[in-house]
């Protein structure tokens, strides 16, 4: 079966400092792969999302980066951070029905 | 962009009650989903709708593919308190521009008193 793994869970950092998120899944290959952030428990805003390795399409302009360095590998990124960058940062994929979405269980991240 | 309206944005209900919810768009989706999420963990698939009209249950859940496929529902009978979360619906266009992408209603917060 497959499933999706995110670290860390939770996330302290100052204003400024670079930020990592990873996400990585098992027992599928070539999913499509997404990054969402939710601010206070409500609305999904869908950041990035690839199709292959190497293939990022950015969904809005921001502070944050993503790549996609192996097929089941994604990672989210910024050189400096900033206070409206805090939230919940999810992970999906999704595979054959290229609708149907499963998340990972979330990074929390707190910018100081 | 384009939006799921989605209703009611929170309900508060007594243990054993039923539950409806429902989302509405003024485009048409060819894949309706619904999901739940507790608090601090992500969102989990409860049930996928595919096809026109499709009525499908899962235990307790039952959500329907509106026939105009503009909108859907999702309905919990008997409810008890670990229903308490976040619903989500997300519906899904094919081709063009929205490859992959899914588009979210706001959520409907459910709490349940014992």
């Known amino acids: ?12 950092q100052p204003v400024g400092s670079p930020l990592s998120l990873e996400c990585t899944v098992e027992g599928t ?8 952030r939710q601010a206070a428990g409500r609305g999904l805003q869908l950041l990035f999302y690839s199709v292959g390795i190497g293939q990022i399409s950015s969904e809005v302009p921001q502070n944050l ?6 097929d089941r590998q994604f990672i989210l990124s910024s050189k400096k951070l900033l206070l409206s960058d805090s939230g919940f940062y999810l992970c999906a994929w999704s595979g ?5 979405q499963y998340f990972g269980p979330g990074t929390r991240l707190l910018v100081l | 962009g384009q939006q ?4 009611p944005q929170s309900m508060f ?8 919810m ?3 768009s003024s485009s048409i989706f060819n894949t309706w989903l619904w999901y739940k999420q507790d608090p601090g963990e992500g969102p989990v698939l409860l049930i996928a709708l595919y096809k026109a009209g499709e009525l499908t249950s899962n235990g ?10 503009k909108d859907s529902f999702l309905n919990i009978s008997a409810s008890i308190p670990s229903d308490v979360g976040i619903y989500f619906c997300a519906g899904y266009q094919s081709g063009g521009t929205s490859y992959g992408k899914l588009t979210f209603g706001q959520g409907t917060i459910l709490t349940v008193h014992p």
């Open chain 1, 29 to 36: 290959s070539n999913p499509n792969l997404y990054w969402y």
């Open chain 2, 4 to 7: 799921l309206n989605q209703s």
């Open chain 2, 22 to 24: 429902n989302c509405t």
């Open chain 1, 65 to 70: 980066s993503a790549s996609r360095p192996q």
């Open chain 1, 96 to 100: 054959g029905y290229q609708e149907t």
């Open chain 2, 60 to 69: 307790r859940l039952t959500a329907q593919f509106g026939i105009t496929r």
């Open chain 2, 13 to 20: 209900i007594q243990e054993g009650e039923d539950v409806s």
């Open chain 1, 1 to 12: 079966s497959q499933t999706i793994h995110q670290w860390p869970a939770t996330l302290v």
